[in-house]
């Protein structure tokens, strides 16, 4: 089964600055999609960014970027110049081309400090 | 706008008592999920339906059931079986093929016990 890993429960970051968010995953399939969302104190999840796992080339939204790393099977999440609405749990998700679910992992919890 | 309405936005069950919460969509997605979240984990994978009049069972099936009469509503039953109800539920939508299509989420309801 695969199964998705954020080890960091926590991270905080100055406003402004840069941070990264880890995440690894464990699967033997080959296509796949990669996924990370927020879920701000609201509690609604929002997309953020999505990778095809047959893409080389990184995605990136605005101030956001990932680097996929497919053959150590990691997919962090970079945020440049951090924004006090940027604070949430952010969460890692992988999905099986072709399966109709969603695995998610545990969240990381994201402060930005003044 | 479109989007995805979850109500009631809190709920409480009392021992022994089933309880629905409510989700539509107006996306024209047909695709639904539901999930349920506790503090400090991911989002578990209840049900999903692809189609109308079908749906299929997630990871933590046990003590609910679902419904998919109507392309736009995917209703979510907590039954007296479940026996730790109390989380975070979120209905979330996609096209048909979600692993390409990002998962809309609506606001959740919390389900507390009397």
């Known amino acids: 089964a695969q199964t998705v890993t954020q080890s960091q429960p926590e991270m905080s970051v100055q406003e402004a600055e840069t941070v990264t968010l880890s995440c690894t995953y464990d699967?033997?399939?080959?296509?796949?999609?990669l996924f990370w969302y927020k879920q701000p104190p609201s509690r609604q999840m929002i997309l953020v960014i999505r990778?095809?796992?047959?893409?080389?080339q990184n995605a990136t939204e605005n101030r956001f970027s990932v680097n996929f790393q497919k053959a150590a099977k990691s997919f962090s999440l970079k945020i440049s110049d951090s924004q006090l609405g940027d604070a949430a749990m952010y969460f890692c998700?992988?999905?099986?081309?072709?399966?109709?679910?969603?695995?998610f992992g545990q969240g990381t919890r994201l402060t930005i400090n003044p | 706008d479109g989007g995805i309405t979850q109500s009631p936005k809190y709920l409480f069950r009392k021992e022994g008592q089933n309880v629905t919460l409510s989700c539509e969509q107006n996306?024209?997605?047909?695709?639904m999920y539901w999930y349920r979240q506790d503090p400090g984990q991911g989002l578990r994978l209840i049900y999903y339906?692809?189609?109308?009049?079908?749906?299929q069972k997630g990871d933590i099936a046990e003590g609910y059931s679902v419904s998919r009469e109507k392309k736009e509503s995917f209703p979510l039953t907590v039954t007296s079986a479940q026996k730790n109800p109390t989380a975070f539920y979120l209905c979330?939508?996609?096209?048909?093929?979600?692993?390409?299509?990002?998962?809309?989420f609506g606001d959740g309801t919390r389900l507390s016990i009397l």
């Open positions: 979330a939508s996609s096209q048909q093929d979600y692993s390409n299509q990002p998962q809309h």
């Open positions: 996306l024209n997605h047909d695709a």
């Open positions: 990778q095809e796992a047959y893409k080389q």
């Open positions: 998700a992988y999905g099986l081309a072709g399966a109709q679910k969603l695995v």
């Open positions: 339906s692809q189609i109308v009049n079908d749906f």
């Open positions: 699967t033997s399939e080959s296509d796949y999609y």
